[in-house]
Protein backbone atom coordinates (compact mmCIF):
# COMPACT_ATOMS: atom_id res chain seq x y z
CA UNK A 1 0.00 0.00 0.00
CA UNK A 2 1.45 3.23 -0.99
CA UNK A 3 1.51 6.36 2.12
CA UNK A 4 -0.80 9.08 1.30
CA UNK A 5 1.38 12.11 -0.15
CA UNK A 6 4.16 9.87 -1.28
CA UNK A 7 4.83 9.80 -5.22
CA UNK A 8 7.22 6.98 -6.38
CA UNK A 9 10.60 8.36 -8.08
CA UNK A 10 10.49 7.93 -12.11
CA UNK A 11 13.16 7.99 -14.30
CA UNK A 12 14.40 10.76 -16.47
CA UNK A 13 13.73 8.35 -19.37
CA UNK A 14 10.33 7.77 -18.16
CA UNK A 15 9.85 11.47 -17.22
CA UNK A 16 10.90 12.42 -20.58
CA UNK A 17 8.49 9.92 -23.06
CA UNK A 18 5.53 11.09 -20.37
CA UNK A 19 6.21 14.61 -21.29
CA UNK A 20 6.68 13.82 -24.99
CA UNK A 21 3.55 11.95 -24.65
CA UNK A 22 1.34 14.53 -23.06
CA UNK A 23 2.49 17.31 -25.71
CA UNK A 24 1.16 14.78 -28.42
CA UNK A 25 -1.85 15.41 -26.84
CA UNK A 26 -1.65 18.92 -26.47
CA UNK A 27 -0.89 18.89 -30.61
CA UNK A 28 -4.22 16.91 -30.79
CA UNK A 29 -6.19 19.00 -28.78
CA UNK A 30 -4.93 21.72 -30.58
CA UNK A 31 -5.74 20.19 -33.72
CA UNK A 32 -9.47 19.65 -32.50
CA UNK A 33 -9.97 22.97 -31.52
CA UNK A 34 -8.85 24.41 -34.97
CA UNK A 35 -11.13 22.31 -36.71
CA UNK A 36 -13.69 23.03 -34.21
CA UNK A 37 -13.21 27.58 -34.87
CA UNK A 38 -13.49 26.30 -38.94
CA UNK A 39 -9.34 26.85 -39.12
CA UNK A 40 -9.18 23.48 -40.56
CA UNK A 41 -11.41 21.80 -43.40
CA UNK A 42 -12.56 18.30 -42.68
CA UNK A 43 -10.32 17.01 -45.74
CA UNK A 44 -7.60 18.58 -43.36
CA UNK A 45 -8.69 17.40 -40.11
CA UNK A 46 -9.37 13.90 -41.82
CA UNK A 47 -5.87 13.48 -42.39
CA UNK A 48 -4.80 14.36 -39.12
CA UNK A 49 -2.24 16.90 -37.27
CA UNK A 50 0.70 17.28 -38.96
CA UNK A 51 3.00 15.76 -36.60
CA UNK A 52 1.15 12.39 -36.65
CA UNK A 53 1.61 12.30 -40.31
CA UNK A 54 4.76 12.07 -40.70
CA UNK A 55 4.48 9.40 -37.53
CA UNK A 56 2.36 7.40 -39.45
CA UNK A 57 5.27 7.35 -42.74
CA UNK A 58 7.82 6.20 -40.71
CA UNK A 59 5.52 3.41 -39.37
CA UNK A 60 4.59 2.47 -42.83
CA UNK A 61 8.23 2.16 -44.10
CA UNK A 62 8.91 0.46 -40.66
CA UNK A 63 6.29 -2.24 -41.60
CA UNK A 64 7.48 -2.35 -45.22
CA UNK A 65 10.93 -2.97 -44.33
CA UNK A 66 9.59 -5.73 -42.11
CA UNK A 67 7.58 -7.37 -44.43
CA UNK A 68 9.96 -7.02 -47.26
CA UNK A 69 12.32 -8.42 -45.23
CA UNK A 70 10.17 -11.46 -43.78
CA UNK A 71 7.93 -12.36 -46.84
CA UNK A 72 10.29 -10.87 -50.12
CA UNK A 73 13.70 -11.81 -49.31
CA UNK A 74 13.06 -15.56 -47.95
CA UNK A 75 11.83 -16.15 -51.56
CA UNK A 76 14.46 -14.69 -53.70
CA UNK A 77 16.85 -17.01 -51.42
CA UNK A 78 14.69 -19.83 -51.52
CA UNK A 79 14.94 -19.90 -55.64
CA UNK A 80 18.10 -21.40 -56.45
CA UNK A 81 17.66 -24.63 -54.58
CA UNK A 82 16.40 -26.85 -57.37
CA UNK A 83 12.80 -25.37 -58.14
Do not use: H, N, Y
Amino acid sequence: MVERGFLPEFSPEALEEAEEELQRLRDLLSFVTAFRDKKVSLAEFLRGPPSWQQAAFEIEDLLFDFLEEEFVEPRRRGRGRGR
